[in-house]
T-cell receptor, first 111, second 109 residues
Framework: EPEVTQTPSHQVTQMGQEVILRCVPI?????FYWYRQILGQKVEFLVS????????KSEIFDDQFSVERPDGSNFTLKIRSTKLEDSAMYFC?????????FGQGTRLTVV | AQRVTQPEKLLSVFKGAPVELKCNYS??????LFWYVQYSRQRLQLLLR??SRESIKGFTADLNKGETSFHLKKPFAQEEDSAMYYC???????????FGTGTRLKVLA
């Protein structure tokens, strides 16, 4: 069964550094998402992407964040200058219709 | 504002006992409701959605618009049901899911 895959599984970065989290969505899916989960808290929506553009974003998704689908298969989340509070589990998801399929997540630790 | 509330952080039941994981939502329109499950060290997986009215792994959930609830039920819990369960709402016409805080279900032998 096809799955959404995310790399790396764990990323440690210094505060102020840029990070790129990578995702390979399921191949015939049309909608792409990023969510994050700070330890002990709920899964929070960051952004949705459809037809090569952002369709919706949350207030968390400020100018430090950007998304890209550079080559038709990868879907990336870039955090330009990481802060300590960006430490979280980041989940990519993709969907074709009504439901989203999630990746296994990337744990980002900002030190 | 749309919100999903799961009042229980942890629910422990004995194997064979009935389970009910509570979910309430607030939304002014017609939402789509889902239950996602996360087994230990695994990804979030869709368990069921209200539109399908299906039963997966013995779990069912009925949307009650009057009570704005979408509780997840199973008549006889199994040890392998132990996991984190998230209720989620998707606003019609958008691609955004709003998750509850999750309930950890522990099924004891």
């Amino acid at each position: 069964e096809p799955e959404v895959t995310q790399t790396p599984s764990h990323q440690v970065t210094q505060m102020g550094q840029e990070v790129i989290l990578r995702c390979v969505p399921i191949s015939n899916h049309l909608y792409f998402y990023w969510y994050r989960q700070i330890l002990g808290q709920k899964v929070e929506f960051l952004v949705s992407f459809y037809n090569n553009e952002i369709s919706e974003k949350s207030e968390i998704f400020d100018d430090q964040f950007s998304v890209e689908r550079p080559d038709g298969s990868n879907f990336t989340l870039k955090i330009r200058s990481t802060k300590l509070e960006d430490s979280a589990m980041y989940f990519c998801a993709s969907g074709k219709d009504r439901e989203a399929f999630f990746g296994q997540g990337t744990r980002l630790t900002v030190v | 504002a749309q919100r999903v509330t799961q009042p229980e952080k942890l629910l422990s039941v004995f194997k064979g006992a009935p389970v009910e994981l509570k979910c309430n939502y607030s939304y002014s329109g017609s939402p789509e409701l889902f239950w996602y499950v996360q087994y230990s060290r695994q990804r979030l997986q869709l368990l069921l959605r209200h539109i399908s009215r299906e039963s997966i792994k013995g779990f069912t959930a009925d949307l009650n618009k009057g009570e704005t609830s979408f509780h997840l039920k199973k008549p006889f819990a199994q040890e392998e049901d132990s996991a984190m369960y998230y209720c989620a709402l998707r606003k019609m016409g958008t691609y955004k899911y709003i998750f509850g805080t999750g309930t950890r279900l522990k099924v004891l032998a």
